[in-house]
């Protein structure tokens, strides 16, 4: 079973909305959290040095026990997925 999978986007994101097809099509479970509309959010990627979007969290953030990405990169949800599968 994966742990949990959360999307940090913004709107109108190219990469955000490729990143969230190929989700979709790997059959991956997210939470998308628009960082435009989240202070917390967007104060976490900060924190996290992360300055663009998408950021893929894998894992929980609150704990930060989690694997993180940004961009599009659909060979780490290649990679996530396989871990998914039985």
């Not at 990627?45 to 599009?72: C, K, L, R, Y």
Request: with cysteine.
């Amino acid at each position: 079973m994966l742990p949990p999978v959360t999307m940090l986007t913004k709107p109108q994101c190219v990469q955000c909305k490729m990143t969230a097809r190929k989700l979709d099509e790997a059959g991956i479970a997210y939470q998308t959290i628009d960082l435009t509309e989240s202070e917390a959010a967007l104060e976490w990627a900060q924190g996290h040095d992360f300055m663009s979007a998408p950021i893929v969290v894998v894992g929980d953030m609150e704990t930060e026990d989690f694997n993180a990405w940004a961009g599009f990169r659909p060979d780490r949800i290649d990679a996530l997925a396989a871990l998914g599968e039985p």
